[in-house]
């Protein structure tokens, strides 16, 4: 008989897994210079296929938002990524990736989607509606508890990517 688990033990084994997902990366991203934040901006601007709005980027980054411009100028000095004129709108700043920035891109998107699918095809297909099910009970809770209800939902979230490419 499997013991009774606790609240607490769910967010123990969710903190560890993320965790062991963010040491992974961690590892897989210092192979080739980048945090996963860098990694992130130079993913969403090669799946936009061209120029694409830093407001846009900002609000599709999986990273705290809080240090963007520290990244993006970062990215901009080391050569991946330039700042351009909004085509219609000269407040606006669009990021397009330099040739640098997509020779690096396209060495390391392969191998990055090759490794989450090694990953995550340990959960069988079947299972993953329900897991992402279970994952956006918990992310409802947690936004109801911070008095964020007005937040996308994680399907949202997964729509807004699958959009770009």
């Known amino acids: ?3 009774d688990l606790s609240e607490h033990d769910l967010l123990v084994v969710l903190l560890t897994l993320h965790n062991a997902i963010q040491r992974r990366g961690d590892v897989f ?3 080739y210079g980048l945090t996963d934040a860098q990694f992130n901006i130079l993913n969403l601007i ?3 296929g061209g120029p694409l709005d830093q407001l846009a980027v900002t609000e599709r980054l999986l990273v705290g938002k ?3 411009s520290i990244v993006l100028n970062r990215m901009v000095k080391a050569g991946l990524i330039q700042r351009g004129e909004h085509a219609r709108d000269r407040r606006r700043v669009v990021l397009s990736l330099t040739r ?3 020779e690096l891109w396209r060495k390391i998107a392969p191998r990055y989607e090759e490794g989450v699918r090694e990953i995550f095809s340990a959960l069988p297909r079947k299972r993953r509606e329900a897991f992402l099910d279970d994952i956006e009970v918990l992310y409802a809770a947690l936004k109801r508890s911070a008095g964020d ?3 996308p939902t994680l399907r949202d979230v997964l729509r807004q990517h699958s959009e770009l490419g």
Do not use: C, H, I, T
């Open 1 to 3: 008989m499997k013991p």
């Open 29 to 31: 991203f210092q192979d």
């Open 46 to 48: 090669g799946l936009a």
């Open 66 to 68: 809080s240090s963007v």
């Open 100 to 102: 640098k920035g997509r």
């Open 149 to 151: 209800e007005s937040s």
